[in-house]
């Protein structure tokens, strides 16, 4: 059973940083690609950053240059280091990832972190 585990969310003033952890855990031949997206109340979620397992990052216009998405291969872990932040990024941050299993490839979540700027 393959679980992906979201830590490192809470409570920061505006301006403060956080990094979030995603580990994944579980029996799984590779993993591909990896994400971050968020979801705030009243909101869709979205796009927050990808990462390739060649380390290809991708980025929300809204957190260009203040955020920085990482990966540990060996660590079957992925970062988001937030930097800057900002009341607007308050929300519920969710890890992403295509994970191969030696016959498909499958998509999965995490539970989920809660990250609150204050003003």
């Known amino acids: 059973q393959v679980q992906l585990v979201e830590s490192g969310g809470g409570l920061v003033q505006a301006g403060g940083s956080l990094r979030l952890s995603c580990a994944v855990s579980g029996s799984f031949a590779s993993i591909s690609d990896m994400g971050w997206y968020r979801q705030a109340p009243g909101n869709q979620r979205e796009l927050v950053a990808t990462i390739t397992r060649g380390r290809i990052t991708n980025y929300a216009d809204a957190v260009k240059g203040r955020f920085t998405i990482s990966r540990d291969n060996a660590k079957s872990t992925a970062y988001l280091q937030m930097n800057s932040l900002k009341p607007d990024d308050t929300a519920i941050y969710y890890c992403?990832?295509?994970?191969?299993?030696?016959?498909?490839?499958?998509?999965?979540w995490g539970q989920g972190t809660q990250v609150t700027v204050a003003s």
């Open positions: 992403n990832a295509e994970i191969d299993d030696w016959l498909t490839r499958n998509n999965y």
